[in-house]
């Protein structure tokens, strides 16, 4: 099983601010195969990056992935109001189809 | 517009069974790879299950295995999830997530989730 490590595990930020959020594995991804979910609070998830840079429908350029074999990140330049949440990474090439702990992204 | 209705969640015993239904509107069906995750209370996301657009291609997570059955009828739209033997742990949101193709692919959309409570 592909474990995946989450950090931090919170980051407090103001708007306006650049987030990057960091996801670890314990074995190499293809990088075809690792996503970035959002979780707003009562909320499903939803998919912002998947094959580790690109942006799903409706993401707007503020996000972006990056990262590759072990080690990838997911930036957000600007944070809006509706981006304190928190966030997953995903790896979906391999069963189990593991997801990180999370970062919780909150108002500073 | 793409969407999924999960239902058939509730409280039950220890030991006890449930079948969670997804209701499936806005695409077509048959073309997707379908999955099963789960979140329990204040916790992050656990993936649960996967079956392909064909139910050729079946994976279980192994905190399920052998308990939990997922599968699909694709003239129906509908996805399902037969849980047996079901633990106090099992207690979670249950959503239903669509693969972005067949095969496998990230998850999106997501539908609202079904609340599980396996209690006494």
């Known amino acids: 099983e592909i474990v995946l490590t989450q950090s931090p595990g919170t980051l407090s930020l103001s708007p306006g601010e650049r987030a990057t959020l960091s996801c670890r594995a314990s074995?190499?991804?293809?990088?075809?195969?690792l996503a970035w979910y959002r979780q707003k609070p009562g909320q499903a998830p939803r998919l912002l990056i998947y094959?580790?840079?690109s942006r799903a429908t409706g993401i707007p350029d503020r996000f972006s992935g990056s990262g590759s074999g072990t080690d990838f990140t997911l930036t957000i330049s600007r944070l809006e109001p509706e981006d304190f949440a928190v966030y997953y990474c995903?790896?979906?090439?391999?069963?189990?189809?593991?997801f990180g702990q999370g970062t919780k992204v909150e108002i500073k | 517009e793409v969407q999924l209705v999960e239902s058939g969640g509730g409280l039950v015993q220890p030991g006890g069974s449930l079948r969670l239904s997804c209701a499936a509107s806005?695409?077509?069906?048959?073309?997707?790879?379908m999955n099963w995750v789960r979140q329990a209370p204040g916790k992050g996301l656990e993936w649960v299950a996967y079956?392909?657009?064909?139910?050729?291609?079946?994976y279980y997570a192994d905190s399920v295995k052998g308990r939990f059955t997922i599968s699909r009828d694709n003239a129906y739209n509908s996805l399902y999830l037969q849980m047996n033997s079901l633990r106090a742990e099992d207690t979670a949101v249950y959503y239903c997530?669509?693969?972005?193709?067949?095969?496998?692919?990230?998850?999106?959309?997501w539908g609202q989730g079904t609340l599980v409570t396996v209690s006494s």
């Open positions: 806005g695409f077509t069906f048959s073309s997707y790879s």
């Open positions: 997530a669509r693969g972005i193709g067949n095969g496998r692919n990230p998850f999106d959309p």
């Open positions: 074995q190499s991804v293809s990088s075809s195969y």
């Open positions: 094959g580790a840079s």
């Open positions: 079956i392909s657009s064909g139910s050729t291609i079946i």
């Open positions: 995903q790896q979906y090439g391999i069963s189990p189809f593991t």
